[in-house]
């Protein structure tokens, strides 16, 4: 039933994308004077409301980023909180321009939903989190077996954890909660030995417990959860651009260039530098783009460059502080590798 | 007759004596309401165990163990979990909610903004207050100007676009704001509205009887979850591309039309109560149809069924929250999103501060409104009782 409804919406969506196609969003969007952009309603770390009430997060720097390279001006967008459900419909119905809520990228929503996936702004995966003084030497989720786990009802989540432990042959006992208040609830209460959900979820959890420093999150990641900006099929330069911000983010970090240092990184005598900057009098860079050639200066102004973007909503500038694990630079060890800008 | 020399009966009345110890004072009372039988004697003291093991611990956390102020989270946290407080603390984290009263109240309205808001709440307090007060006099213009007018006001104040105010979307709207407006449109538009279609459905008239009956039992047969869910994700996908509709236009109206399905079965509740020498009384005198509504049946019908329309409009305020499942944050909505987005605010303690804000301020209006209607029925009461 639930894959007729998808296919329903899936197709009515694909009919409306060619349609909606046909208009170039760059056009659009250059006449509103915004970017409007879907978040998450609330995703510590990635999308939520601040002190004032202002929107920050990883998921909304990217929206901030593409603005500024659009406009020149990060504050140029607005920002649509969507649930889960009704995130896709927003995008195929162009009530927003852009998708970046979290969402995973898999070859369903690139096909049969009409998406087209810019990029990976955070490679996520399921993991666990055990409390190490109720459980202590457990430094693999191998170790797990016989463990009751607490997981959220109706979720992706639940089947991975099924996949898992009969995949490695271990037993498990399944705690199952509605609503992720009474999960984090149950868990600290140490109604269950482990707690499952994507890894960065887990850093947020781990904050409510009444001794964080007693919890850790297991290396092991049971699925694969890349999440990234989307856009609706059919318009090629519209995905250029955005592919392409993300790609100067991490190309900016690559080069050291960073919200403090981009002025005077203009004059760089690195020619590499010099052409991301657009500092070179005949480069086309970003006119070919259909934006001004010192874009990559504006996105940098406006959010810094991937690593800033990342320290400052979950890394160590944030309460959540998620190490950069696979989303360090290709460089450094990770998975994040900028496409050459020239 | 005959003259005795001794009288047997007194000629001055026996002087009134206090009534008997066991009878009367705060022993006779005790004696009576809480220790009557045995098994009472064993509730009393059963209901005085619980509360006095829940009330200090109640009163403890919510006040005397409880943070007021700080800048962050670090401020609610015990030594173990990275704070200051003492191992084993436990209590409510007042500073999130007082760092995001603006939000809990207005949601993102922006701040320099936010006066709109109040000079409307203002209005509306201005103009609730004096119509639900009896002795205060010009109720016609009064009731005029609240129905009427305030609605205009409140959305040019609120929305703007003209006179020189900066037009805010409704998507920035949220907090106490959102709860508030919705109830306020579908109480203003419910009551009329459910007042004509409980009409409608003891019409003669096949065709309005019809309609009527086809209305209510549709709305009241759908959950106003499904409605707004269709309004929300089906919606969009029909009409073209670019083309849409405020989010909270949808919930308004769907709110709306569910209360007023409601309200319709309520009154026609009181309609039936009233005895059908009502209506020939009223046809003998020759008053036409809307005559003999206005002045001899609904005035005892909506009487008779006070407590039915304000139940009607608390469960109403409360269906507001569902409004948070199409994106638009409520009070609660706000309170919720808060709470699990924000690491700067996560801190075991701040769902229950969070939670226990939203629930006093949801008690407040409903008991407000409880209590009013109470009042307003015994004032209108004349007699009717069985």
Known sequence: MKKFVTGILGSAALALSASAASAATLDDVKAKGFLQCGVNTSLAGFSAPNDKGEWTGLDVDFCRAVAAAIFGDGEKVKFTALSAKDRFTALQSGEIDILSRNTTWTINRDTALGLNFAGVTYYDGQGFMINAKKLPGVNSALQLSGASVCVQAGTTTELNLADYFSANNMEYNPVVFEKFEETNAAYDAGRCDAYTTDQSGLYAVRLQMSSPDDHVVLPEIISKEPLGPSVRQGDDQWFDIVKWTYFALLNAEEAGITQANVDEMKNSTSPDIRRLLGSESETKIGTDLGLSNDWVVNIIKATGNYGEIFERNVGTGSPLKIARGVNALWTKGGLQYGMPIR | ?386
């Open chain 2, 1 to 386: 007759m005959q003259e005795h020399s001794m009288s047997f009966v007194r000629t001055e009345m026996t002087p009134a004596t206090a009534a008997p110890r066991s009878q009367a004072g705060i022993g006779a009372w005790l004696r009576k309401n809480l220790f009557s039988t045995p098994l009472n004697s064993a509730l009393t003291l059963v209901a005085l165990l619980i509360l006095a093991w829940a009330v200090p611990r109640m009163l403890n956390w919510l006040f005397f163990d409880a943070i007021w102020v700080g800048a962050d989270r670090t401020a609610c946290l015990t030594t173990e979990q990275g704070g200051e407080l003492p191992a084993g603390w436990s209590g409510a984290c007042w500073p999130f909610v007082t760092s995001r009263f603006g939000q809990f109240m207005f949601g993102r309205y922006p701040l320099d903004e936010r006066w709109r808001v109040m000079l409307t709440g203002a209005i509306f307090v201005a103009l609730l207050v004096p119509l639900m007060i009896p002795r205060i006099p010009w109720k016609r213009l009064n009731a005029a100007l609240f129905f009427g007018a305030f609605p205009f006001i409140a959305y040019f104040l609120l929305v703007g676009g003209v006179f020189g105010l900066r037009y805010v979307e409704t998507s920035l709207w949220g907090g106490l704001l959102v709860t508030l407006v919705i109830s306020y449109v579908g109480i203003v538009v419910s009551l009329p509205l459910g007042i004509l279609l409980a009409l409608g459905r003891r019409s003669h008239m096949p065709i309005v009887k019809l309609l009527s009956v086809v209305f209510i039992e549709t709305v009241r047969g759908v959950p106003l979850v499904t409605v707004l869910f269709m309004a929300s994700f089906m919606l969009p996908l029909f009409v073209p591309p670019g083309m849409t509709f405020d989010k909270l236009l949808r919930a308004l109206i769907g709110v709306a039309l569910f209360a007023s399905a409601y309200m319709a079965e309520v009154v026609r509740g009181g309609l039936q109560a009233i005895p059908r020498g009502q209506y020939e009384g009223a046809d003998s005198l020759g008053l036409g149809y809307w005559q003999k509504m206005g002045l001899i049946i609904m005035p005892q019908a909506l009487k008779l069924v006070i407590p039915g329309i304000v139940n009607t409009f608390i469960g109403m305020f409360k269906d507001t929250t569902l409004v948070l499942i199409i994106s638009m944050f409520d009070l609660l909505g706000v309170v919720k999103q808060n709470i699990s987005g924000d690491p700067t605010w996560a801190t075991p303690q701040t769902a229950k501060t969070g939670y226990i804000f939203a629930a006093a301020i949801f008690w407040i209006f409903c008991f407000g409104m409880s209590r009013y209607s109470i009042w307003m029925e015994r004032r209108l009461d004349t007699g009717h009782r069985r």
